[in-house]
């Protein structure tokens, strides 16, 4: 087992210790001093630099992993390819479309899907890409046209950093079929079952465009209060959040006081 | 920072795009509804860049951008298509067209795509 520098979080703080990396399991030296297989994983998450890695078994233990990307891109591979997972062989195109703007290089990749209780994880020789299952905006099932043939695809759309990125997955209909209803059933809860009106969809729209509070009310001749009225709407649909607060002030006598005597020409 | 025409047939989508390639310091020079309209105007106008919707009533988005092709191989045209319609890119790719924007976009990535597109 080679054994590699990495840092584990242990009772609440981050402990230098050695991660020893295998074929079918993975070890964390002391305090942690525990090997774990890769098939006992449950789920897999990163963050910069780290990953967290859940383990089942009688009660889900979460371990936090941080060390240098090389260390943390072979053992996500060995976690991803034999955890326990619902696990195809497909090939998939991430990203296909990042802000609305087709990438024109995208192509695809041979690989590996694991759908983990918190996301699904793309890998190829290439590439491993994690799309947290939080951050999905919608799935559907479409056709896509692939070397002159119009195939079956699962385009999923999901948020990183705050940008609306298409992602594809291509295999055969029936596995296609089961990781469409299991990603619809993973995603439920973001599921859209409100019909907004008009107006309040526009409204959307912009926001979605990323035009803020006084591009959207001058685009749609809206009143602040009106917007208000609106934001309110998709808010209590679970559709928006408040980013922030926007304050409009009134000059107090001090501060007329001072716009006053900051105009008067130096002669007075 | 380009001159650009701006061809939909949606007012929503044009007024959009306006306040998103404003924001970016480009020159809305025109706007057009529909692919005759777009092919008129840019003669008149001769844009840097035209972004220009795909679905149009009387003449589409690539019979018009076929049309200002031909008249300048040089134009610089991005198309806009809905999501699902990205097929019709295929068609747009033979057809000339220099960049692709889905619907719904969001403005950084749409300012980006006219800047590689205005400095290619």
């Known amino acids: ?268 | 920072m380009g001159r650009i025409l701006i061809v939909d047939d949606t007012m929503f989508m044009r007024t959009l795009l306006k306040n998103i390639l404003f924001s970016g310091g480009h020159d809305i020079v025109g706007e057009a509804a529909d692919g005759a309209e777009a092919v008129a105007k840019y003669q008149e106008l001769k844009p840097d860049l035209v972004t220009m919707d795909i679905v149009m009533p009387k003449v589409n988005g690539i019979e018009a951008l076929k049309a200002i092709r031909a008249t300048d191989p040089s134009a610089k045209v991005i198309m806009c298509t809905a999501v699902g319609q990205e097929q019709m890119v295929k068609l747009a790719v033979k057809s000339g067209a220099k960049g692709y924007i889905v619907k719904p976009f969001q403005a950084p990535k749409v300012l980006e795509e006219v800047k590689n597109v205005l400095s290619a």
């Open chain 1, 1 to 268: 087992m080679k054994m590699v520098p990495a840092k584990v979080e242990h009772e609440g703080r981050w402990v230098p210790t050695k991660v020893g990396i295998a074929e079918d399991r993975f070890r964390i030296e002391a305090p942690v001093d525990r090997e774990i297989p890769y098939r006992s994983v449950v789920d897999l998450e990163e963050k910069k630099n780290q990953i967290i890695v859940a383990v089942g078994g009688d009660g889900e233990t979460v371990y936090q992993i941080a060390s240098v990307e090389k260390v943390l891109t072979v053992l996500k591979k060995f976690i991803i390819t034999q955890a326990s997972a619902y696990r195809l062989n497909a090939f998939f195109m991430s990203p296909a479309i990042r802000g609305g703007v087709l990438i024109q290089d995208a192509r695809w990749e041979k690989g590996a899907i694991a759908v983990m209780k918190t996301g699904i994880w793309f890998v190829s020789q290439e590439k491993q890409v994690c799309i947290p299952l939080d951050e999905v905006a919608s799935i559907e099932l479409t056709s896509r046209e692939i070397q002159g043939k119009d195939l079956d695809v699962v385009k999923i759309d999901h948020l990183v950093e705050n940008e609306v990125v298409t992602s594809f997955v291509l295999c055969p209909l029936t596995t296609l079929q089961v990781l469409y209803n299991f990603l619809k059933e993973a995603t439920s809860d973001t599921e859209v079952s409100e019909d907004l009106d008009p107006m309040t969809g526009q409204v959307a729209m912009l926001v979605y465009s990323g035009m803020d509070s006084s591009a959207i009310e001058n685009m749609l001749k809206l009143s602040h209060r009106d917007l208000d009225t609106i934001y309110d709407k998709l808010i209590s649909t679970g559709m928006a959040e408040v980013l922030y607060v926007r304050k409009e002030v009134q000059l107090t006598p001090k501060g007329v006081r001072y716009i006053s005597e900051s105009l008067k020409s130096p002669m007075e």
